[in-house]
Nanobody, 125 residues
Framework: HVQLVESGGGSVQAGGSLTVSCVAS?????????MAWFRQTPGNERKGVAS???????TYADSLEGRFTISEDKAKNTVYLQMNSLKPEDTAMYYCAAVSHCGDPVVAFLRKPDYWGQGTQVTVS
C-alpha cells in the first residue's frame, strides 16, 4: 500500500513562488508509477496540474503557461512541484497522486490515480 504525504503548502503573495513536496512510501516498485499533482477548489472537480513518468518525461496543464515545474528525486522517493509567478487563481488544495503501470505522463491525467495524498493548501493573495 502506497502512502503519499504532501508538505510545503502555505500562503504567498501574487507573483511569488512556492514549492510543494510529496514523499511516497510503502511500495517496492515505484518504478512503474507516474507521479502527478492535482488541485481542487471548493465545489469543483480535481484537475491535473503536472505529472511525471519514471523516465523523467513530464506533462502540464495548458493553463499553467509554463509557470510550474514538476521534478522527482528518486533517491528520496519525493516529487516536487515548483510554482512560480503565482496568481490568486492558483489558490487550491494541491494533491499528490500515484498512477500504477504508467509509462506516459499523459496517462496520469486520463486514468483515476491508484493513490492520493491528503492534500496541502496553497493560498495566493
Amino acid at each position: 500500500h502506497v502512502q503519499l504525504v504532501e508538505s510545503g503548502g502555505g500562503s504567498v503573495q501574487a507573483g511569488g513562488s512556492l514549492t510543494v513536496s510529496c514523499v511516497a512510501s510503502g511500495a517496492t516498485h515505484m518504478s512503474s508509477f507516474c507521479m502527478a499533482w492535482f488541485r481542487q477548489t471548493p465545489g469543483n472537480e480535481r484537475k491535473g496540474v503536472a505529472s511525471i513518468a519514471q523516465d523523467g518525461r513530464a506533462t502540464y496543464a495548458d493553463s499553467l503557461e509554463g509557470r510550474f515545474t514538476i521534478s522527482e528525486d528518486k533517491a528520496k522517493n519525493t516529487v516536487y512541484l515548483q510554482m512560480n509567478s503565482l496568481k490568486p487563481e492558483d489558490t487550491a488544495m494541491y494533491y499528490c497522486a500515484a498512477v500504477s503501470h504508467c509509462g506516459d505522463p499523459v496517462v496520469a491525467f486520463l486514468r483515476k490515480p491508484d493513490y492520493w495524498g491528503q492534500g496541502t493548501q496553497v493560498t495566493v493573495s
